[in-house]
């Protein structure tokens, strides 16, 4: 009897083991944690709405969300600026700025392409921030990523040695920092 627990005790801490060097190589390689994936999705939608503010004549309702979503949005900035500096260290602060400027780039683009949409919309997103008042991670949580962000996989403690293994997360982005610094321009409206 004591032959078997010792076995089943080493055997359960070889699996814990193995799942902890795992779950240090799906870090290693770049995946998002839960936390990460909101924090992008946060910024992707904060842009969006910064952009509004600027392009459709918005800058009140953005300051009113800035206003009111101030502490959510200053922590998940801070998770953003982890991420990148966990993913790379030696680039990290460099791909953090110029994920948010790829994002600011983006909705520009999507303006120029569909003014009358994008304020709609965006209007849209403004009257549900503000008058619903939703978690923000709640209310960022439709936004879409960019595909090279790819969430870390589940690791339960159910899992088998009879499941297939995980397929292994892809790189993180490598993103090169701008030539130049271009300091905002708003006129007026509330940025962090």
């Known amino acids: 009897m004591r032959?078997?627990?010792k076995t089943c005790a080493a055997a359960l801490m070889l699996t814990c083991m193995g799942g902890n060097v795992w779950a240090a190589a799906a870090?290693?390689?770049?995946c998002?944690?839960?936390?990460?994936?909101?924090?992008?999705?946060?910024?992707?939608?904060?842009?969006?709405?910064?952009?509004?503010?600027?392009?459709?004549?918005?800058s009140q309702s953005y300051n009113n969300f800035v206003r009111s979503y101030q502490t959510e949005l200053q922590a998940s900035d801070k998770n953003l600026q982890n991420y990148f500096r966990r993913v790379n260290g030696k680039t990290g602060t460099a791909?953090?700025?110029?994920?948010?400027?790829?994002?600011?780039n983006s909705s520009s683009m999507a303006v120029i392409n569909d003014m009358t949409g994008y304020c709609a919309s965006a209007k849209a997103s403004f009257e549900t921030a503000l008058n619903a008042k939703p978690v923000l991670t709640i209310f960022a949580s439709d936004t879409a990523l960019d595909a090279r962000f790819v969430p870390c996989p589940i690791?339960?403690?159910?899992?088998?040695?009879?499941?297939?293994?995980?397929?292994k997360a892809p790189a993180a982005p490598r993103t090169r920092p701008a030539q130049k610094s271009v300091p905002a321009q708003g006129g007026g409206v509330a940025q962090k």
């Open 95 to 104: 791909d953090y700025h110029a994920y948010k400027t790829r994002l600011a």
């Open 27 to 30: 870090t290693a390689s770049g």
């Open 32 to 58: 998002a944690r839960p936390a990460d994936m909101n924090a992008l999705k946060t910024a992707a939608m904060q842009q969006r709405l910064m952009v509004a503010a600027l392009s459709c004549g918005e």
């Open 155 to 167: 690791q339960t403690a159910s899992t088998t040695s009879d499941e297939p293994a995980a397929k």
């Open 3 to 5: 032959k078997i627990v």
